[in-house]
Each structure stands twice: as structure tokens, then as C-alpha cells.
């Protein structure tokens, strides 16, 4: 027999406790969290931090919840007693709107379990009140939010004539006087609001397809809409929405003609995301760029890690590694992301023009001597989310899986489009371009992909993937 007895609320996932209780003349024991037993009882969430408060009688505290990072909860009283409130807010919910209360007390010592997507308060019953909870997920303050302990559509009936209190007595914190109401809960939207910059290039594109099946919100803006070097017109923008987020997909990528052009590559590569990002952390908005496999030299032969210090090649890369600096010094919440050889439906890419060459000839020639891994712009903008979405501000790596030469990437491609010519080897030697590349510049996104919880999809994989989109989209 468990520890735990599990007694339904008629509310979904949401659940008291009751534990066992061992005692005699000296005293008592119980478990109060036990990972196998919960497990055994279907309760498998994972704790991460422990609060701890004391009140005096009549402080009601509530009723709160976070925007994002919603937080589980096992509550119980350590002395003294609470009427404690869960409402469920998780919309699409059978019960949405609907809530359950209970006493909570030292001396019953029910345990209340309330899962993510509620919202949660009490109310002390006694002085010298304690009441502990473990969370399953951490506080983060800016995404803080409550809805009003009193709202009539929600109908608590805190039992303030029983235990001697009433409207006048109770205590509550300046915030909770004004929390929002139920209705303005439900019609007011209450996530992500981001700014796409650059939304015309590859990654722009997917982030606006996985934020239209996420139903996240965004304003997608490009050079023809929203100069993102005229820092008074960005400020003007940000200053009439309420975005939460910046994700900066723009960049000046023409590697070769850089090199002629150095300080439009600069503007836009290094001092514009400095700026922005001083921007968003004035407004204290999250901001995401992107910089580039090509921040090194390749001489170290074994995949780059967040650690390796930058050795620039070229006037395009020296710009995205003076970028990432400029904006990890701002010390803000910035991600940045350093991606490797991207491709998607959107726009001119290496694999777009490998099968464009392919037509109509019987031979073609690709270098062999650069390593890195191809990467799927719809698979970039989708694991960018989830690590932006973990608060874990910094610079990291993030590329498909794998690594490949430019021969062993057109190689794939070719074969899986059928076509019948000859590729031959190259060098890099063999062609004129202005800018140097490494030989080898694969990176490790071993650091991402502990904080997402789970590997990018291998690059083979990702190809296929994209064949696939392209068909969708008649473009083979």
C-alpha cells in the first residue's frame, strides 16, 4: 500500500493528498514528497525550487500565476491553516474557469497538489501561520501575474465569517488590490509578443510559420518596412507595441562582397545588434541574434564549443564575432545563436543552387576541403524557440547534427533528387573568391541541446525534409 492516498477534485490533474501518518506518545512522522510513491500514483513533475512563508491571520495572498514558466504546486501548512484556492486557467480546459477550495491545516496535513496552468492563493485562518510549497518550475518575476482574489465569475467563497474575519480585516498587498479580473484574463492576450526583423530571409520565414501553428504573436518587419540601422525608428516602433520579445533574423550574408563593403557589414552585423540590444534591455524586452560557424579559423579540427575563443577570417566574419561581443556585453537577455551553413524554402541558398546547377548539365565540380554541417532554417527557428523560451540568457552553438563537406552535402542532394551526372572533387583553391573560409568549422551544440532537452535532427534527415517543402511548394 502507497504512502499517499489520491482524492480527485473533479477538477483534471488536480489533486489532495492525504500521507500517511506514523505516531505515537513521543510524536509523528510522515513523507511529505516522495519521487517513487507520486510516481506510483501518476504524479511524474519534476520540483525544482522550495518556498516558505509566514502570516498572520487574514492575509490573503492571490490569486497568482505566471505568463510563462507556469509553475506546479505542492502545497501544505506546516503550522497553523489556510483556505487554499486553485482556479484553472489553462484555456481549452473542460473546467476552464472553474475552481477548488480546500482547508489546509497542521493538523489535517493534507497535501494539495495543483498543477501548471492554474491559478493559486489562500488565505490564513490563523496567526503564526507556515505554509511551504515546492514548484515546478522557477519564479521569474517579469512574468508575475494574478487575477483578482474577489472576481465575480470566478466566485470564491472565502469562509471569512467562520473563522471571525471579514472584508475589513483581511490583509492584502498593494499588487493583488488590483490584479485583473477573469474576463480581461480570457480576452486579453497573455503570451509572447515578437518582433521579427529580417522576416523575408530564411529564418524570418519559419519563425512566422511556427509562430502561426503556436498562435504566438508577431510583427514580422523587414529592410522595406522597419530600418533596423535607424535606431530612432526602432525605437519608435517598440515604443507603440508591447513586445516581449526581439528576434533579429537580419544580417548582411554576401561573404565575398564584404570584403568591398566592409562598413555596411559592420553596421549591420555588429554596431545595429549592439544597438538593438541596448534597446530591448532599456525596454526590458528579451532579444535574439544570430552569428555564424564562420567566427573561426578551423585549425582546431574537432567540433567548436561555446568556449573557443573566435579567429576571424574574413570582414564578414570578424564583423559577426565583433557582434556577438558587442552584444553579450550589453549584459542584457540576449541569446546569442551561431548557426552553420543554413538552408530553407525561402530565398537563395547552397542547396537551391546545386539542384539550379544541376539542370541541364552532366558534370559538376564542388569543393571538398569545407567542413561544417548544413542546417534547416525551419529546424533552426524551432529549436531557437525552445531555448529562448528557457530564460538561460548567453551565447550558444546550434546547428543540425552531423557534420558534412560542401561535396558530401551536394553529394546527398543530388542522389536524392535523382539526378544522373558526374560530381567531381574540388578545392577551394580551384575558385577566385575574395573571402577565406575554413577548412573545418563544425559546431557542438551540445550546450543547446542540454537546455532544450533534446538533440537537433541529423542534417541527412533535414534535407530530406526540405525536398519535401520544396514539392509542397512546386519548386521541384
Given at each position: 500500500?502507497?504512502?499517499?492516498k489520491?482524492?480527485?477534485t473533479g477538477?483534471s490533474?488536480?489533486?489532495?493528498?492525504?500521507?500517511t501518518?506514523f505516531?505515537d506518545?513521543?510524536?509523528?512522522?510522515?513523507?511529505?514528497?516522495s519521487?517513487?510513491?507520486f510516481?506510483?500514483?501518476?504524479?511524474?513533475?519534476?520540483?525544482?525550487?522550495?518556498n516558505h512563508?509566514?502570516?498572520?491571520?487574514?492575509?490573503?495572498?492571490?490569486?497568482h500565476?505566471?505568463t510563462k514558466?507556469?509553475q506546479?504546486k505542492?502545497?501544505?501548512?506546516t503550522?497553523g491553516?489556510?483556505?487554499?484556492?486553485?482556479?484553472?486557467?489553462?484555456?481549452?480546459?473542460p473546467t476552464y474557469?472553474?475552481?477548488?477550495?480546500l482547508?489546509l491545516?497542521?493538523?489535517?496535513?493534507?497535501?494539495?497538489?495543483?498543477?501548471p496552468?492554474?491559478?493559486?492563493g489562500?488565505?490564513?485562518?490563523?496567526?503564526?501561520?507556515?505554509f511551504?510549497y515546492k514548484?515546478?518550475?522557477?519564479?521569474y518575476p517579469e512574468?508575475?501575474?494574478g487575477?483578482l482574489?474577489?472576481d465575480?465569475?470566478?466566485a470564491?467563497?472565502?469562509?471569512?465569517?467562520k473563522y471571525?474575519?471579514?472584508?475589513?480585516?483581511?490583509?492584502?498587498?498593494?499588487k493583488?488590490?488590483?490584479?485583473?479580473?477573469f474576463?480581461?484574463y480570457?480576452?486579453k492576450?497573455?503570451?509572447?509578443?515578437v518582433?521579427?526583423t529580417?522576416?523575408n530571409?530564411?529564418?524570418?520565414h519559419?519563425?512566422?510559420?511556427?509562430?502561426?501553428?503556436?498562435?504566438v504573436?508577431?510583427?514580422a518587419?523587414?529592410?522595406?518596412n522597419?530600418?533596423?540601422?535607424?535606431e530612432t525608428?526602432?525605437r519608435e516602433l517598440?515604443s507603440?507595441?508591447?513586445?516581449?520579445?526581439?528576434?533579429n533574423?537580419?544580417?548582411?550574408n554576401?561573404?565575398?562582397?564584404a570584403?568591398?563593403e566592409?562598413e555596411?557589414c559592420f553596421q549591420l552585423n555588429?554596431y545595429?545588434?549592439e544597438t538593438l540590444?541596448?534597446?530591448?534591455k532599456e525596454?526590458n524586452?528579451?532579444f535574439?541574434?544570430?552569428?555564424?560557424?564562420?567566427?573561426?579559423?578551423?585549425?582546431k579540427?574537432?567540433?567548436y564549443t561555446?568556449e573557443?575563443k573566435t579567429?576571424p577570417?574574413s570582414?564578414?566574419?570578424e564583423?559577426k564575432s565583433l557582434?556577438?561581443?558587442?552584444?553579450?556585453?550589453v549584459?542584457?537577455?540576449?541569446?546569442v545563436?551561431r548557426t552553420?551553413?543554413?538552408?530553407?524554402?525561402?530565398?537563395?541558398?547552397f542547396?537551391?543552387?546545386?539542384?539550379?546547377?544541376?539542370?541541364g548539365?552532366?558534370t559538376?565540380?564542388?569543393?571538398d576541403d569545407?567542413?561544417s554541417?548544413p542546417?534547416?532554417?525551419?529546424?533552426?527557428a524551432?529549436?531557437?524557440?525552445?531555448?529562448?523560451?528557457s530564460d538561460k540568457?548567453?551565447?550558444?552553438?546550434?546547428?543540425?547534427e552531423g557534420?558534412a563537406?560542401k561535396f558530401d552535402?551536394a553529394?546527398?542532394?543530388l542522389?536524392k533528387?535523382?539526378?544522373?551526372?558526374?560530381?567531381?572533387r574540388?578545392k577551394?583553391s580551384d575558385?577566385i573568391?575574395?573571402a577565406?573560409?575554413a577548412?573545418?568549422?563544425?559546431?557542438s551544440?551540445e550546450?543547446?541541446?542540454?537546455v532544450?532537452?533534446k538533440?537537433?535532427p541529423?542534417?541527412k534527415n533535414?534535407?530530406?525534409?526540405f525536398?519535401?517543402e520544396m514539392k509542397e511548394?512546386g519548386?521541384?
Amino acid at each position: 500500500m502507497g504512502k499517499f492516498k489520491k482524492i480527485e477534485t473533479g477538477i483534471s490533474d488536480l489533486f489532495i493528498l492525504e500521507p500517511t501518518v506514523f505516531g505515537d506518545e513521543r510524536g509523528f512522522f510522515l513523507e511529505t514528497y516522495s519521487e517513487r510513491e507520486f510516481s506510483d500514483i501518476g504524479i511524474k513533475d519534476i520540483f525544482v525550487q522550495d518556498n516558505h512563508s509566514k502570516s498572520k491571520k487574514g492575509v490573503l495572498r492571490g490569486l497568482h500565476f505566471q505568463t510563462k514558466h507556469s509553475q506546479g504546486k505542492l502545497v501544505r501548512v506546516t503550522s497553523g491553516a489556510v483556505w487554499d484556492v486553485a482556479v484553472d486557467i489553462r484555456k481549452g480546459s473542460p473546467t476552464y474557469g472553474k475552481h477548488f477550495a480546500l482547508e489546509l491545516s497542521s493538523t489535517n496535513k493534507k497535501i494539495f497538489f495543483i498543477p501548471p496552468g492554474f491559478a493559486h492563493g489562500f488565505l490564513t485562518l490563523e496567526d503564526n501561520t507556515e505554509f511551504q510549497y515546492k514548484c515546478t518550475d522557477l519564479y521569474y518575476p517579469e512574468y508575475d501575474s494574478g487575477i483578482l482574489w474577489n472576481d465575480e465569475d470566478i466566485a470564491v467563497e472565502w469562509p471569512f465569517s467562520k473563522y471571525d474575519l471579514s472584508l475589513d480585516s483581511i490583509s492584502l498587498s498593494d499588487k493583488d488590490k488590483v490584479q485583473q479580473s477573469f474576463k480581461e484574463y480570457t480576452e486579453k492576450y497573455q503570451g509572447e509578443y515578437v518582433l521579427i526583423t529580417g522576416a523575408n530571409g530564411q529564418l524570418g520565414h519559419d519563425f512566422q510559420k511556427l509562430f502561426d501553428n503556436l498562435n504566438v504573436k508577431y510583427m514580422a518587419t523587414d529592410y522595406n518596412n522597419l530600418d533596423i540601422t535607424n535606431e530612432t525608428k526602432v525605437r519608435e516602433l517598440i515604443s507603440q507595441e508591447n513586445f516581449t520579445q526581439l528576434i533579429n533574423c537580419a544580417a548582411y550574408n554576401n561573404v565575398d562582397k564584404a570584403e568591398e563593403e566592409k562598413e555596411k557589414c559592420f553596421q549591420l552585423n555588429a554596431y545595429t545588434p549592439e544597438t538593438l540590444a541596448k534597446i530591448c534591455k532599456e525596454k526590458n524586452i528579451i532579444f535574439t541574434t544570430y552569428s555564424t560557424d564562420f567566427v573561426f579559423n578551423g585549425e582546431k579540427n574537432s567540433p567548436y564549443t561555446e568556449e573557443d575563443k573566435t579567429t576571424p577570417l574574413s570582414v564578414y566574419s570578424e564583423a559577426k564575432s565583433l557582434g556577438e561581443k558587442l552584444v553579450l556585453g550589453v549584459n542584457g537577455k540576449n541569446f546569442v545563436i551561431r548557426t552553420s551553413w543554413v538552408f530553407g524554402i525561402a530565398n537563395n541558398n547552397f542547396n537551391k543552387q546545386v539542384i539550379n546547377w544541376s539542370k541541364g548539365k552532366d558534370t559538376l565540380k564542388i569543393v571538398d576541403d569545407q567542413t561544417s554541417v548544413p542546417t534547416y532554417s525551419k529546424d533552426l527557428a524551432e529549436y531557437s524557440w525552445a531555448l529562448i523560451q528557457s530564460d538561460k540568457f548567453g551565447l550558444y552553438n546550434l546547428s543540425n547534427e552531423g557534420e558534412a563537406s560542401k561535396f558530401d552535402q551536394a553529394q546527398y542532394l543530388l542522389k536524392k533528387i535523382g539526378w544522373k551526372g558526374t560530381l567531381t572533387r574540388g578545392k577551394s583553391s580551384d575558385f577566385i573568391l575574395p573571402a577565406k573560409r575554413a577548412e573545418y568549422s563544425k559546431l557542438s551544440s551540445e550546450k543547446a541541446e542540454k537546455v532544450i532537452g533534446k538533440r537537433m535532427p541529423y542534417w541527412k534527415n533535414a534535407i530530406d525534409r526540405f525536398l519535401e517543402e520544396m514539392k509542397e511548394e512546386g519548386e521541384i
